[in-house]
């Protein structure tokens, strides 16, 4: 008979616990948060890639918690869901954390899934930010008001490559007659520069061949024996995880030189060229952001994350290197959009259409990348409500077996040249779709209502 | 003994099961478990039902049903995109029989090869679709990476685009397929796949049609398994690349039948709660806990781990597959009060 009353009395007790638990977790959570949700990747084929950059993003993030108690008293909170660079899963993970209150942005690091996304991210109205990839297209801001190729989109690459190679080749007119062979990565990334290269090739008057290999690249014998059939002056590796060694030792057993080889953005990391070995000495590749440990930015992190204990990388020698330096990058691209919005909209945690009002007006000139410790590690970036790209700089790499080393300066790419393309695929795609072409405007309304997902 | 002699009839729990999916779930559930968990669970439930049908029943092995969903949703997009004016049911149905029809061609082989042989010969399916879908791009509209988006989900002016939509949507159709699955083993046609099945030889002595009848039953499955490809590529995801129909989702498909139970159309729906719901909840559970502690690359290692191992004790368990188990477990329920 007693039994039930010291029943009732301890679910009593624990159902005050349990409310007062759940209270004081309202409250902290009250307390002015910004969320970052990380699709990343640390297992399959692109983990050396996935850990590098979500490792370096949240150092950044751990960094201005730490050194600066969040941005303007805002902390910076995150969660991760693995994805494996596999569509179905990046979208379950948007589908977990999509409610999460006080998102900032999207990064998934993976054009797949920046596709799956924009229809839902469109709807919802927070930022998707495809940092050196996505859809080229996207960076007219008229159209896709709310992704973000930031720094380099694959036309801009393109186009910095083959300028890069008509300098080496004594001039741009020096193209004429040249033949270039395109190794690209069989996925939507690989793919996306496929038209723009013939045009160009039009255009310089080169002929270019373009081969496929299938993800996730590790036989490329019959690509490299088309390769030596056809004697290419330059081979551009567009590569992504295990393709890239595989790429460069297979050039070598097939004797093409590897100072000939041009790797794009997405093949140009230290795990792209170490585990060739040999192979890989002379290796050029393009990059937004230069590796090594010796920025202001870096040696904090080194110093104040690291130092204490909370550092992301579990192999410390990572510290520095491209893949991790693009998430710090992309770490500073993400906090400073939100600092640019919060002094529009006050210090407090910000709605995803805020943060994309911040993104819209995200200028770091050269003294302003100084400032934060990033002077050499990456240019400048100017983002308006229409230029989502905001026209970043690149610098080309060569490996020397140990490291890599700056061969250039920091270059544009032709932007003039390629704005009118980008403007005529984003609006062939607004016509598909029937969407209205967004005007200076209403960029400027800004939804300031938390969003709330409907059934 | 008395208990098994009786057979309670199967309906009570389908209309059971439809009052819960029409009634309980869009009540109470999320947009998460309706967009990330049930929309993917119903159109891989659907492909299963698909194959079970050509390799459950039929017994024709086939490793081939992602190429089939990937038919199913491309040929859908071309239908939308190309046919102005075209219902979205309308190129349902057209892409399901584009899928039967070369569902029918490749069946051929299975006229004189079986068993892994006749496996072999379905892979052909799967790379030759792939290779086709990558290498013509009329097929994605000329879009430069291959990927294709989804139209949005409209039946005569009624709109299927928020989640619960999308889950009502996928329902409705996964139940309307299955119903005439379960119809259709229960008729001669499912009787004569059984038959050639059992027996092909002692099949064609009592005169059934053995050429016709696997014909028939590529041909059906091919249009089921593509009817969930573009739920697939409709519902859930909203966009479709082709290397997401590879291998690996064919394998997923048979694995799901032989886990779920060959020869049962719900063992396809219990396999397919195994390998894509489970994981995911699995997931959730592990990040919940362990999610300071470890990162997410070690949580989903375990998960393969915790997962592997459910498998194999549910396969030593019950060799038939989780439907015999479910049905194993059922008598013991019911004939308890009897034996009392």
Redesign the interface.
């Known amino acids: 008979m007693k039994l039930i009353p010291t029943l009732r009395r301890r679910l009593a007790l624990s159902a005050a616990v349990a409310i007062t638990i759940s209270l004081t977790a309202f409250h902290s959570r009250a307390a002015d948060q910004q969320f970052f949700p990380l699709q990343s990747y640390r297992v399959g084929p692109y983990a050396a890639g996935g850990t590098g950059f979500f490792g370096g993003f949240i150092d950044y993030l751990n960094l201005i918690n730490l050194r600066d108690g969040g941005v303007n008293g805002v902390k910076l909170t995150w969660e991760e869901g693995e994805t494996q660079y596999e569509v179905e899963r990046g979208v379950e993970v948007y589908e977990r954390l999509k409610n999460h209150p006080g998102i900032a942005a999207w990064n998934p690091l993976s054009v797949g899934i920046a596709y799956a996304m924009i229809d839902r991210i469109t709807q919802d109205k927070t930022p998707l930010i495809t940092i050196n990839h996505g859809r080229t297209d996207s960076t007219d801001g008229r159209v896709f008001p709310y992704v973000f190729p930031l720094l380099l989109n694959p036309y801009s690459e393109t186009s910095a490559i083959i300028n890069y190679i008509g300098t080496k080749l004594g001039g741009l007119d020096h193209l004429k007659g040249k033949k270039l062979v395109v190794l690209y990565h069989g996925s939507p990334y690989g793919k996306e520069t496929i038209p723009i290269y013939e045009l160009l090739a039009q255009k310089y008057g080169f002929t270019v061949q373009q081969l496929e290999v299938p993800h996730p690249g590790n036989e490329q014998e019959s690509q490299w024996l088309t390769i030596r059939r056809a004697k290419p002056e330059y081979v551009v590796l567009r590569g992504w995880g295990v393709m890239n060694p595989v790429a460069i030792k297979t050039a070598q057993k097939v004797g093409f030189p590897a100072d000939h080889i041009v790797g794009n953005v997405w093949s140009n990391s230290e795990e792209d060229v170490i585990p060739a070995g040999d192979a890989a000495k002379g290796y050029v590749a393009i990059t937004t952001q230069a590796s090594g440990a010796q920025y202001p930015v870096l040696q904090e992190i080194v110093k104040k994350v690291y130092g204490a204990g909370k550092g992301n990388l579990e192999d410390k020698n990572r510290i520095g290197s491209v893949y991790h330096n693009l998430g710090i990058v992309n770490g500073i691209l993400n906090v400073e959009a939100v600092r640019t919005a919060q002094e529009k909209f006050g210090h407090r945690t910000l709605t995803g259409d805020e943060v994309r009002w911040g993104f819209e007006h995200l200028n770091l000139d050269p003294a302003r990348v100084e400032a934060l410790g990033a002077k050499n590690l990456f240019h400048s970036i100017n983002v308006t409500w229409d230029n989502h790209e905001g026209d970043g700089y690149v610098t080309f790499q060569q490996w020397d077996g140990k490291k890599w080393n700056v061969v250039s300066d920091w270059i544009a790419p032709d932007w003039a040249l390629l704005r009118p393309i980008i403007e005529k695929s984003a609006t062939a795609y607004a016509t598909e779709h029937n969407i209205q072409l967004r005007t200076a405007a209403d960029a400027e309304r800004v939804e300031t209502k938390p969003y709330v997902a409907n059934k | 003994m008395k208990a098994s002699l009786y057979r309670f009839p199967a309906w009570p729990g389908t209309v059971a099961l439809l009052v819960v999916g029409y009634g309980v779930i869009?009540i109470v559930?999320?947009?998460?478990l309706?967009?990330?968990i049930l929309t993917?669970f119903l159109a891989l439930s659907l492909a299963a039902v698909g194959l079970n049908l050509l390799t459950g029943y039929a017994g024709q092995v086939s490793l081939g049903s992602a190429a089939f969903m990937a038919v199913g949703a491309y040929a859908a997009y071309n239908f939308n995109l190309r046919v102005h004016g075209l219902p979205l049911l309308a190129t349902f149905v057209l892409a399901g029989l584009v899928a039967t029809a070369l569902g029918i061609v490749f069946g051929l082989p299975s006229l004189r090869l079986r068993g892994f042989y006749l496996a072999v010969s379905t892979l052909a399916a799967q790379f030759f679709v792939q290779w086709a879908l990558?290498k013509f791009s009329w097929f994605s509209n000329n879009n430069?990476?291959?990927?294709i988006?989804a139209p949005s989900l409209r039946i005569l002016g009624l709109s299927f685009d928020?989640?619960?939509g999308r889950y009502l949507f996928a329902l409705t159709i996964v139940v309307v397929l299955t119903l005439l699955a379960w119809r259709l083993v229960n008729t001669q046609i499912g009787h004569n796949f059984i038959a050639v099945r059992d027996n092909e030889l002692a099949a064609r002595v009592i005169g059934v049609p053995v050429l016709r009848t696997k014909l028939l039953a590529f041909a059906i499955s091919s249009f089921i398994v593509s009817v969930a490809g573009v739920l697939w590529a409709f519902a859930?995801?909203?966009?479709v690349?082709p290397?997401?129909f590879n291998l690996d989702r064919s394998f997923q498909i048979v694995f799901i039948i032989i886990i779920g139970g060959l020869a049962s159309i719900r063992g396809a729906f219990f396999g397919a709660a195994l390998l894509v719901v489970f994981p995911?909840i699995l997931?959730?559970v592990g990040?919940f806990l362990l999610?300071d502690r470890f990162?997410?690359?070690?949580?989903?290692?375990s998960q393969r781990i915790v997962l592997g191992l459910l498998i194999i004790f549910f396969l030593i368990a019950e060799p038939d597959g989780l439907a015999a188990l479910w049905d194993r477990l059922k008598r013991r329920l019911l004939s308890t009060p009897n034996n009392l």
Request: proline share 8%.
């Open positions: 869009p559930g999320n947009s998460y309706f967009e990330a993917p990558t430069p990476s291959g990927v988006d928020s989640s619960i859930y995801l909203r966009t690349e290397a997401g995911l997931s959730r990040s999610g990162d997410s690359g070690v949580l989903d290692m």
